[in-house]
């Protein structure tokens, strides 16, 4: 009997544990809408500096945010969203080479080889991972010269920058700022890269 009576309690607090969780999970839901159901990420920027971001549940919804949000923050009412596909770094002899595409990888992929500008780079790595993203650049260092950092598959635009500069500057000891930041469009992991 005793068992039955523990079962009996248990269940009722297990439901009631889950209605708990249900009402917070709809809170959210209804309360930080673009919170809740975000799963795309975009970035519109105009030619006067202006720019804005945005997370929605549809690539469509964050892209039009992205836009409208941009365009009430500058009187030209340019802006346009940032169309990244990929990020490529290449290394090589002491010579770096960093490029992103609007076209794609294959573009970013030649265009960072161009830029590094040695014969003996290679690519370090490609990013093609959906999100926002930020690379921080260190001061200029005599025996170093510029280091980098780049954060990317984020869900929020300025936590990229943040992390990007915070992990620059614990990495290099020098002073670092933001020298890209933008969008990968797509559906954005839970877990931000880098």
């Known amino acids: 009997m005793p068992t039955s009576v523990i079962k009996k309690n248990s269940q009722a607090s297990g ?3 889950y209605v ?5 999970l ?9 919170v809740a159901r975000a799963s795309a990420s975009s970035i519109a920027y105009g030619s006067d500096d202006s720019w804005a971001w945005a997370t929605r549940a549809t690539q469509r919804e964050a892209n039009q945010l992205a836009l409208q949000k941009c365009n009430e923050t500058t009187p030209k009412k340019d802006c346009a969203l940032d169309r990244t ?24 992929r030649k265009s960072a080889l161009a830029n590094c500008g040695n014969t003996s780079c290679k690519v370090l790595y490609e990013i093609t991972k959906s ?5 921080a650049q260190s001061e200029k260092d005599k025996e170093e010269g510029q280091n980098y950092y780049l954060m990317y598959a984020v869900s929020n635009s300025d936590e990229a920058d943040k992390e990007a500069i915070e992990r620059c500057t614990n990495l290099t000891a020098q002073k670092c700022k933001v020298i890209w930041s933008g969008a990968i469009a797509g ?8």
Do not use: E
Request: glycine residues 12%.
């Open 131 to 135: 999100g926002f993203y930020s690379l």
């Open 187 to 194: 559906h954005i992991s839970s877990h931000p890269r880098q």
């Open 85 to 108: 596909k990929a990020i490529v770094r290449a290394d090589g002899g002491g010579s770096i080479g960093l490029a992103r595409s609007a076209v794609s990888l294959a573009d970013a």
């Open 20 to 24: 708990s969780l249900a009402a917070i």
């Open 26 to 34: 709809l809170f959210v839901f209804i309360a930080l809408p673009g």
């Open 15 to 17: 439901v009631i544990g």
